[in-house]
T-cell receptor, first 115, second 116 residues
């Protein structure tokens, strides 16, 4: 059962544009929502993460928007660059207890930024 | 500061064989989690090791087993390989703080397993 749904599957953006990737979750026990970036042949690298007590978090060109009532969160990449071309994964982590650290990932979005 | 390392990089096996993958966590980390990433999919949690014990497990059969050593490094073993076991196997490390695994997980480059 997929608990985190990610869209779109692929995204093409022109250099300088805004890339937007969306995720929706079902499990209200999730309390930590990271985004990972993965280049071909590499492991996922943490980009930015948010907790449900804030609605937005910004780090450089990357912003997470979080809507707790809708159980949705999104990644915005401002001023997208060709070097941002990669696969992006949203993920969610359950709160507390021994389940902590058990990340559930979305299906991934392949981002292509054209120069 | 060494990050998470995994070996081997690539591996080719045939159905029915057994395989062992290895992981060394990031310096200072004591918890290791293993994930399976099929082509075009997001990683799926296999299990997590802390203090040389399996703390939690995902929805994977008993053919998947692991071990953690006193130096925090870990092994993933898969028995009776199936074609469907072909995937990128990722190791992630983190640090337990006050009895809970820290949120931030650092991933290694993975081991690409191909089962023929």
């Amino acid at each position: 059962q997929q608990q985190v749904k990610q869209s779109p599957q692929s995204l093409i953006v022109q250099k300088g544009g805004i890339s937007i990737i969306n995720c929706a979750y079902e499990n209200t026990a999730f309390d930590y929502f990271p985004w990972y970036q993965q280049f071909p042949g590499k492991g996922p690298a943490l980009l930015i993460a948010i907790r449900p007590d804030v609605s937005e978090k910004k780090e450089g060109r990357f912003t997470i928007s979080f809507n707790k009532s809708a159980k949705q969160f999104s990644l915005h990449i401002m001023d997208s660059q060709p070097g941002d071309s990669a696969t992006y994964f949203c993920a969610a982590n359950p709160a507390g207890g021994t389940s902590y650290g058990k990340l559930t990932f979305g299906q991934g979005t392949i981002l292509t930024v054209h120069p | 500061d060494a990050g998470v390392t995994q070996s081997p990089t690539h591996l080719i096996k045939t159905r029915g064989q057994q395989v062992t993958l290895r992981c060394s966590p990031k310096s200072g980390h004591d918890t290791v989690s293993w994930y399976q990433q099929a082509l075009g999919q997001g990683p799926q949690f296999i299990f997590q090791y802390y203090e040389e014990e399996e703390r939690q497990r995902g929805n994977f059969p008993d053919r998947f087993s692991g071990h953690q050593f006193p130096n925090y490094s870990s092994e993933l073993n898969v028995n009776a390989l199936l074609l469907g076991d072909s995937a990128l196997y990722l190791c992630a490390s983190s640090l337990v703080i006050s009895g809970r695994a820290a949120i931030e997980q650092f991933f290694g480059p993975g081991t690409r397993l191909t089962v023929l």
